[in-house]
């Protein structure tokens, strides 16, 4: 290679790394941007503060699988040294270490012990499953919520009275999607409808999403879930979750929960706008 190519290869080189450094930045700064990622909390195991009361059985589900897991994964471990540090080979010695095939009590545990564990995951995850699917069918506040490509449409019935449905189109910021008005400390119902593929209504605060199937009758209690909200205020971001077409990115909508009376004054509003 001659001397100037060398030269001009370091100098490429060196005009090359600050422009990734910046693009490095830039792509950093950029993800930080998006105002729709809630905050991840080293206390909550990196969960979202929730917003509703069923997010206390997510947040205790997670908080305990964590720790059975990590207890699992101390055992091991310190059994994995124990038996490297005490159980090495002897060079004196050429015969094999007494062995313990077909004994029959460290058979036994080693079968019923994962039994045990894998019992227990199961029970609390069938259990809280049971409780975040229950449907009491008296929540004061109703929504109906049809996923569609690519947005959303909001309809509330709030103790028999149906407000004017709020739809949406897509966006790039939750902030211009449709909104969906909550109360707080009030129990709500949610129907999942589509017509056309499978989404998914997510908002991260409730822990919790589910599928929005095409072909669900009405009524039947795949479609819905319940929510208590909690006595939180606030503008929550909530996305689609299950990738249905090339502006499914875009599927963003937003939760306001705000007190009671902010609510009631919301649904005068509503229905005046629509008696007009
Ligand atoms: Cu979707």
Redesign the pocket.
């Known amino acids: 290679m001659s001397p100037t190519r060398r030269t001009t290869r370091r100098s490429l080189a060196r005009r090359r790394v600050p422009r990734a450094a910046a693009l490095a930045l830039l792509l950093a700064t950029a993800t930080a941007c998006a105002n729709d990622v809630p905050e991840a909390d080293w206390s909550r195991g990196l969960l979202p503060g929730h917003i509703t009361e069923e997010g206390n059985v997510v947040q205790s589900l997670w908080n305990g699988a964590w720790i059975a897991a990590l207890a699992t994964g101390a055992v091991v471990i310190v059994l994995i040294v124990w038996a490297s540090i005490f159980h090495r080979k002897r060079r004196a010695k050429a015969e094999l270490p007494p062995q313990v095939r077909y004994n029959l009590p460290i058979e036994m545990l080693y079968t019923l012990i994962p039994l045990v564990m894998v019992s227990v995951f199961f029970f609390f995850t069938a259990r809280d499953s049971e409780r975040l699917t229950q449907i009491s069918g008296n929540a004061p506040v109703k929504v109906k919520v049809e996923?569609?490509?690519?947005s959303w449409r909001f309809t509330t019935t709030v103790n028999g009275k149906t407000l004017p449905p709020v739809s949406g189109v897509p966006v790039s910021d939750y902030n211009q999607g449709p909104q969906l008005v909550l109360p707080t400390k009030t129990k709500v119902e949610f129907d999942l409808q589509?017509d056309d593929?499978?989404?998914?209504f997510w908002v991260p605060e409730f822990l919790f999403k589910r599928d929005?199937i095409p072909g669900i009758p009405e009524d039947n209690p795949g479609r819905k879930f319940e929510i208590t909200t909690l006595d939180r205020t606030g503008v929550f971001a909530g996305r689609?979750?299950?990738?249905?077409?090339v502006d499914?990115s875009r599927?963003l909508f937003s939760v306001k929960l705000v007190p009671q009376a902010e609510f009631d004054q919301y649904i005068a509003t509503q229905q005046a706008g629509s008696a007009q």
């Open positions: 996923a569609y490509q690519w589509s593929v499978i989404h998914s929005v689609c979750a299950e990738l249905c077409g499914h599927m």
